[in-house]
């Protein structure tokens, strides 16, 4: 038995290829950001309420008009088939027993639909590269809405995919013979995702007219970014440097979320991954103002551990602890967090 997320990444490092672990762990740069989104939560401190006669806390969320039961979502990551061979399947049943969303990333090596169709009661979102060929991104949204997704979550912090040193090191370009991004599969051939710096704030305008789905817009850090979006009419924004595999020395997301929760002043709700290894880290971040968190390696570690079962059990390790520091505050509910439960100890 795992009992910590530590224990299933130790857990799950035994099991992986080498090349594909140092993939899943890795950052870009000198990974100051990797390691800044775990060390900024560390850094904060909880500051429990006593005596508050509570009951058995309540940890359901409601985003976009859908329930999740915590308030812990899946970020999207790519190549799930590295870890397990039911890839992306297993991990949407696992988000299924759990009643939480999960972000399918368009880098999955499950089709979308595929996806959803192996786990009926499935909450999913589809995240999204805009790709600079608007016609390929509308088939992308189609095929999305087909699958029945909930959301667009449209990653804008990878105008070039980030240099990740142990990728370079270890030569991992492609994924192995048999697995590709089935999302990207046009007519007979498989296309390479673009990334590309010539995205837009009118791409985002354009995407919004050829779908009624709620955008969520990942990766942003710049308050005036944040509220730039809001003018853009997206439906939510999700705090994130992309794990620290993008720019390196961006800020730890939580230490982010602040101004970025000002700036959005309750407009919309606010998402936040990056770091979060404990039920404390997301009673932390929702303290902070964020409506919920999600988590990526720590999934990705829980399938290569052991399939769904492995995710199902990254998921509920996070709810107990949740529950458990939401008890030992005194809260009744996510919902009675706020800023003053944080300090910096200093
Ligand atoms: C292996 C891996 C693959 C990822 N793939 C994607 C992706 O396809 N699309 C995306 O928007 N973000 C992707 N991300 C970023 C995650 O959505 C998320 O922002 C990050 O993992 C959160 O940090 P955490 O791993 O510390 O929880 C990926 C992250 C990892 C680690
Ligand atoms: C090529 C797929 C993109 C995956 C990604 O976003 C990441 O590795 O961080």
């Known amino acids: 038995m795992r009992f910590t997320l530590r224990e299933v990444e130790a857990a799950a490092r035994e099991r992986l290829d080498p090349v594909h672990y140092d993939y899943f762990a890795g950052g870009a740069g000198d990974e100051v950001t990797l390691r800044a989104n775990e060390a900024a939560f560390e850094r904060l401190a909880l500051l429990p309420h006593v005596l508050r006669g509570t009951a058995k806390p309540e940890l359901g969320v409601t985003l976009l008009g859908g329930r999740a039961s915590m308030p812990v979502l899946i970020a999207p990551t790519a190549f799930h088939r590295l870890a397990d061979p039911?890839?992306?399947?297993?991990?949407?049943?696992?988000?299924?027993?759990?009643?939480?969303?999960?972000?399918?990333?368009?880098?999955?090596?499950?089709a979308v639909g595929d996806v959803a169709a192996a786990a009926p009661g499935a909450r999913l979102w589809f995240q999204l590269f805009i790709q600079p060929d608007m016609a390929f991104t509308e088939a992308l949204v189609r095929r999305a809405e087909a699958a029945g997704c909930g959301a667009l979550?449209?990653?804008?912090?990878?105008?070039?995919f980030g240099t990740r040193g142990r990728d370079e090191?270890?030569?991992?370009?492609?994924?192995p013979d048999g697995l590709c991004c089935e999302n990207m599969r046009d007519g007979d051939r498989v296309r390479e995702i673009a990334f590309s710096p010539a995205v837009s704030w009118e791409h985002l305008d354009r995407l919004r007219e050829i779908t009624s789905l709620p955008v969520v817009l990942k990766g942003v850090l710049h308050p005036a970014d944040a509220r730039a979006a809001l003018d853009h009419g997206v439906s939510a924004l999700f705090v994130s440097n992309h794990g620290g595999r993008q720019l390196d020395t961006a800020p730890a997301a939580v230490d982010a979320l602040p101004e970025i929760v000002d700036a959005v002043g309750g407009a919309v709700p606010v998402l936040l991954d990056g770091g979060v290894r404990r039920g404390t880290d997301v009673l932390k971040a929702l303290a902070l103002g964020a409506d919920a968190v999600a988590v990526g390696r720590p999934v990705v570690w829980g399938l290569a551990a052991d399939g769904e079962r492995g995710a199902r059990r990254v998921l509920g390790l996070l709810r107990a602890e949740v529950e458990e520091a939401l008890t030992l505050c005194g809260l009744a509910s996510v919902r009675d967090l706020e800023p003053g439960m944080v300090r910096r100890p200093w």
């Open 169 to 175: 090191r270890n030569g991992f370009r492609d994924l």
């Open 153 to 160: 979550v449209v990653t804008a912090d990878s105008p070039v």
């Open 86 to 110: 039911e890839g992306e399947r297993a991990t949407a049943r696992a988000a299924a027993a759990a009643e939480t969303i999960m972000m399918v990333s368009m880098a999955s090596t499950v």
